[in-house]
């Protein structure tokens, strides 16, 4: 069955982020962005663009409700800590590495209060670290590194208890990230701590935007 042009614009509007949020902040020019989707979604012989402005302008409202969701995002942002550790060091490290190793390098860096962490993917182990740690790996692991990624920061979102219950922190924040530029080399969660790998160079601009 042939999808309708109010199917066919929320679908294109919904796989670009960028012009949703517009919209959904009502920034937004609705015949400039009918004659885009037309072009775009090369539906300019299907349908007309006063089909496609009045689909967008209902998509618009029922957006508008996930502002609701937005402010409660942020609320939450605003009473979050943000802890920062620089000189950080990833490694990718194949499988079928020796972890009794793994576990004596955690204990050693726990030991003087340093950062580890280690991430477990389908065929890798990931180790998150501080610099001064990197020759550790290194001469435990050498034949077993995949990839080394240095000049890193790693930025901590210390979030309420109640980041559990609020839809969309980490896509709001990875949006952000995005909106501005900025590769994520890393991220993830554990409970009310969310944590971003980036490359330290961008570290002056994210903090900038991370501001709530």
Not at 141 to 159: M, T
């Amino acid at each position: 069955m042939e999808k309708t042009t109010a199917e066919l614009t929320n679908e294109y509007i919904n796989k670009h982020p960028y012009i949703k949020n517009c919209l959904k902040k009502d920034l937004i020019n609705y015949s400039s962005l009918a004659r885009h989707i037309a072009k775009e979604a090369n539906i300019e012989k299907k349908t007309s663009k006063e089909a496609i402005l009045v689909a967008a302008r209902r998509l618009h409202k029922k957006l508008d409700g996930e502002n609701v969701y937005e402010k409660k995002i942020i609320d939450l942002l605003t009473e979050s800590e943000m802890n920062i550790k620089n000189k950080i060091n990833v490694f990718v490290l194949s499988k079928g590495i020796d972890m009794n190793k793994i576990d004596e390098i955690q204990k050693n860096i726990r030991r003087e209060s340093g950062v580890f962490s280690c991430l477990e993917g389908s065929d890798n182990y990931t180790l998150i670290i501080q610099e001064k740690y990197s020759g550790l790996i290194k001469n435990r692991f050498d034949a077993n590194i995949i990839r080394h990624n240095k000049e890193l920061v790693l930025i901590n979102f210390k979030s309420p208890k109640e980041i559990e219950e609020i839809t969309g922190v980490i896509s709001y924040l990875a949006d952000l990230f995005a909106e501005n530029g900025v590769n994520i080399v890393e991220l993830f969660s554990c409970w009310t701590d969310t944590i971003f790998i980036i490359e330290a160079k961008n570290i002056n601009k994210s903090i900038d935007f991370l501001k709530f």
